[in-house]
């Protein structure tokens, strides 16, 4: 949670999903009640964000088990094993789904042959868990990545990779909270984030519920500030970071690091450990989303492409790790992150 908002809140057995798509007009919590409904809302975008995805995941596998726990033990286990597959088809890029279903999985493989009750009742404790450790994670992001931030930085990001991508707090933006927290004034530049503008919508948005400065800008306006020396830093989220350290993020962060080496200005990217992929050898091996043409020929109602034209709209990109200044994770910061740093993270 932050300020006054909850990206997922579990009331009265139900999930209960901030609508992302209504903001910053309304703001809006529908429920949710099996896996199907939370698969379709992380497709639809009503949840987004890689930390957030992944809690919403488990949550889905927890309520299809609440609610097949009546029926046989055949139609309960095929039951779930459906739940996982409509859960892993939703989103392909950010790795926490997997991540978070992996977790739910290992509960309910141990939990075999017990009362559905009981094992509705673990996935639930587990889909807890993942929730209440991720806003923990973010809160020792924000500590280590706040010592990279001077008083006065003003610092560029990109999409949204605040507490409305996470559990709470956020992992860029837990990074500027913890900075703000520790004393430090610091503003943020937000790129608007085409096409689906989650930086004008909801980084703009929640920093504003905290009362934290924001500028929004047009994507294509972060060079000419860069230029200006008016950006000093530039911290990102991420869907999914290979073994060797290249990142990918929202469509757009690519650039953005080009730029930021060709200014000399240190381009951080913040991210647990739950989005890092060591079964991903490097960037090109991570599946990139592609989604509808409407989200580029339009937003909403309004059309402003000529119809049938030919579009592609993938919606995220990588950063060769060579262009990351550093990796902010729960375990510290990664400077110049390779292979082998990133291996030792998972060793200590
Ligand atoms: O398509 P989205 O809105 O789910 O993309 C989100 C991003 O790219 C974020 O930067 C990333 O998930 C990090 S969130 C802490």
Redesign the pocket.
């Known amino acids: 949670m932050a300020g006054s908002f909850h990206t997922l809140r579990w009331r009265d057995g139900v999930l209960e999903l901030l609508d992302q798509r209504a903001l910053p007009d309304h703001v809006e919590y529908p429920v949710f009640d099996s896996a199907r409904a939370v698969a379709d809302a992380i497709r639809a975008?009503v949840v987004?964000?890689?930390?957030?995805?992944g809690c919403a995941a488990a949550y889905g596998v927890a309520l299809e088990a609440q609610r097949l726990s009546a029926g046989s033990g055949e139609a309960f286990l095929a039951g779930l094993e459906q739940a996982f597959d409509v859960l892993s088809g939703s989103?392909p890029?950010?790795v926490?789904l997997f991540w978070a279903l992996a977790r739910v999985r290992h509960v309910l493989d141990a939990a075999r042959g017990m009362a559905h009750a009981v094992i509705a009742e673990r996935l639930l404790d587990e889909a807890h868990a993942i929730a209440a450790e991720d806003l923990r994670i973010n809160q020792a992001m924000g500590h280590h990545g706040s010592a990279l931030l001077r008083d006065g930085a003003r610092v560029l990001t990109?999409?949204?990779?605040?507490a409305l991508?996470?559990a709470g707090h956020?992992?860029?933006l837990g990074v500027i909270r913890s900075a703000i927290a520790s004393g430090k004034k610091v503003s943020v530049i937000a790129d608007e984030t085409r096409p689906?503008l989650?930086g004008a919508r909801?980084t703009a948005w929640e920093l504003q519920q905290d009362e934290i400065p924001v500028t929004l800008i047009a994507d294509n306006a972060a060079g000419l500030l860069m230029s200006r020396g008016e950006i000093d830093a530039v911290i990102?989220?991420?869907?999914r970071v290979a073994a060797n350290g290249d990142v990918a993020?929202?469509i757009g962060?690519y650039g953005v690091a080009v730029l930021a080496r060709r200014h000399g200005i240190p381009f951080y990217v913040?991210?647990p450990l739950s989005?890092i992929d060591p079964k991903v050898a490097t960037g090109a091996a991570i599946p990139i989303?592609e989604r509808g043409a409407e989200e580029i020929t339009g937003f909403g109602a309004v059309r402003w492409a000529p119809r049938a034209v030919r579009v592609r709209n993938p919606?995220?990109d990588v950063t060769p790790a060579e262009l990351v200044s550093a990796l902010i994770t729960e375990r510290g910061v990664v400077e110049s992150p390779d292979y082998g740093k990133i291996a030792r993270l998972f060793k200590d």
């Open positions: 975008m987004r964000g890689a930390p957030a995805i989103r890029t950010a926490n990109h999409c949204n990779a605040g991508a996470t956020g992992t860029a689906f989650q909801l990102v989220g991420a869907d993020n929202k962060t913040a991210c989005t989303e919606v995220f």
